[in-house]
């Protein structure tokens, strides 16, 4: 019952910002006191309510800013009274000043929160400093986490110092699976983001519903979708395949309890139920999914993978290279990794009619599958299978982002995605 109050509060939030707004006012509207209403937006949104104000404002303003309005402009109308007091209150929220954010990441359209769609935890950078004290740090600075190839923040976790790495989420479980999996992959000689253990001994803590880790931060950088595009085109994809592969072969022999699933069937029974008849040219390609993707799927190899290999999951540094980010891991088939890759460098640089970085990018996919069978050496189903995996990639991701507003923009891109990998089916089959 409270999240629908809250979730009422957030919606009017959303459409006032640029009005006056008082806790006290969010509680009346909520039929709460106003200490029972602080105590439960805090625990459904994960800030407390005047932050969470603060921080939509700011968002919303340095949108507006990116699109060419002046920045005082934009101050006055989200209700700060001077252009010093809009800088100083967003240097406080995000470590850096409005020109610097602008410089190093690209501003979206914050979308609406919806809290009954996705798993949504905010935690601020104080109460990240209070988690600290666990492990004794809490006297270091905490930063925010952006992806290099999207500029989107990291909403689950938050540098600490330059060493470390806080994260956090509502799911035990995919959080258990991240440290199980990074410390195997360590044994073996691998780079991976394991557990500092707490002053106490523990991997992790509990704070109300949510769970937090501390793990050491990769140095290194993370790879670059567009760099698959330049003159080392082909060895770069190719050395994504082996990584994968290198990665594909260490958690053959991970034990770790992760979902296992059967990407056929929540292929043809999800998420082609809902896509039928939403895009362009795929009726016979279903067709043929559901026939021969059908006779190969069970004499494929499955086992532990991680996912989510997207380039900036991958971190380079001199001639050592390790993996960030295990807590989607899952027992699925085990080239999806190598064909998630491939189309998550394409969801990164997609430009519908640009025929040769299209043709490039089919060079770059068969390059990482190459590199990759260089490791683990493809079965003949594998090979036969590859390209209804990278169907089942985008139908699964079309799906899924479907109907939700954060994602509008990311649905629309790979909307046209995969009517045009629909288009160039056939080659993307690896003879």
């Given at each position: 019952?409270?999240?629908r ?8 939030i959303?459409d ?6 008082s ?5 009346d ?7 029972h209403y ?8 994960g ?6 104000v603060?921080r ?15 920045m005082?402009?934009v ?10 007091g809009?800088?100083?209150?967003f ?8 020109t610097q954010?602008l ?6 359209k914050?979308?609406?929160i919806n ?10 950078h104080k ?8 492990w004794?740090?809490e ?15 990291n909403?689950?976790a ?7 790495v ?5 799911n035990l479980?995919k959080?258990?699976?991240h ?9 073996v000689?691998l780079?991976a ?17 949510l ?6 931060r ?6 670059k ?14 050395f994504?395949?082996?990584v994968?592969g ?11 309890l ?6 056929y069937e929540?292929?043809t029974?999800w998420?082609i139920?809902q896509?039928t008849?939403?895009?362009?040219g795929?009726?016979?390609v279903f067709?043929?999914?559901?026939r021969?993707?059908?006779k190969?799927y069970?004499a ?5 993978i ?9 971190i ?10 295990f807590?989607?891991?899952?027992n699925n088939v085990?080239i999806f ?11 990164e640089s997609?430009?519908?009619?640009n025929?040769?970085?299209l043709?490039?990018w089919i060079?770059i ?10 490791v683990v ?13 990278v ?5 699964l991701a ?13 649905y629309e891109t790979?909307?046209k995605m995969?009517?045009w ?10 003879v």
């Amino acid at each position: 019952m409270y999240k629908r109050i809250i979730q009422d509060s957030i919606d009017y939030i959303e459409d006032s910002l640029k009005t006056e707004l008082s806790a006290q006012e969010l509680s009346d509207r909520a039929g709460y006191s106003l200490f029972h209403y602080y105590r439960v937006f805090q625990t459904a949104v994960g800030l407390p309510v005047m932050q969470y104000v603060l921080r939509r404002r700011l968002l919303n303003a340095i949108y507006e800013i990116s699109l060419g309005s002046k920045m005082i402009d934009v101050a006055l109308q989200y209700g700060f009274e001077t252009h010093g007091g809009f800088y100083k209150a967003f240097v406080r929220e995000f470590g850096c000043t409005p020109t610097q954010y602008l410089t190093k990441y690209k501003a979206k359209k914050p979308y609406r929160i919806n809290i009954f769609k996705e798993e949504h935890v905010m935690v601020s950078h104080k109460k990240a400093t209070e988690i600290l004290r666990n492990w004794g740090m809490e006297k270091e600075g905490v930063s925010d986490i952006y992806y290099e190839g999207t500029g989107n923040r990291n909403e689950s976790a938050y540098y600490v110092g330059d060493e470390y790495v806080l994260k956090f989420s509502a799911n035990l479980g995919k959080l258990k699976s991240h440290i199980t999996i990074s410390k195997a992959l360590e044994n073996v000689g691998l780079h991976a983001a394991t557990p500092v253990i707490t002053a106490s001994g523990e991997e992790y803590v509990a704070d109300g519903e949510l769970y937090f880790c501390l793990t050491k931060r990769l140095a290194g950088q993370q790879m670059k979708p567009k760099a698959m595009y330049e003159d080392a085109s082909a060895e770069q994809a190719r050395f994504v395949g082996e990584v994968i592969g290198q990665l594909s072969l260490a958690l053959a022999n991970v034990e770790a309890l992760v979902e296992e699933v059967n990407i056929y069937e929540r292929v043809t029974g999800w998420a082609i139920p809902q896509l039928t008849g939403k895009f362009n040219g795929a009726e016979k390609v279903f067709a043929e999914y559901e026939r021969e993707f059908g006779k190969l799927y069970d004499a494929l190899p499955k086992q532990v993978i991680h996912r989510d290999p997207n380039p900036g999951n991958i971190i380079l540094s001199g001639d050592k290279w390790g993996f960030i980010d295990f807590e989607l891991s899952e027992n699925n088939v085990r080239i999806f990794d190598p064909c998630y890759a491939a189309t998550a460098i394409l969801s990164e640089s997609f430009e519908k009619g640009n025929d040769d970085k299209l043709a490039k990018w089919i060079q770059i996919y068969k390059n990482i599958v190459y590199g990759y069978d260089d490791v683990v050496r493809l079965t003949e189903e594998e090979k036969r299978a590859l390209p209804y995996v990278v169907i089942s990639n985008q139908l699964l991701a079309l799906a899924w982002f479907a109907g939700q507003e954060k994602f509008a923009q990311t649905y629309e891109t790979n909307k046209k995605m995969t009517e045009w990998l629909v288009k160039v089916f056939d080659e993307l089959r690896i003879v």
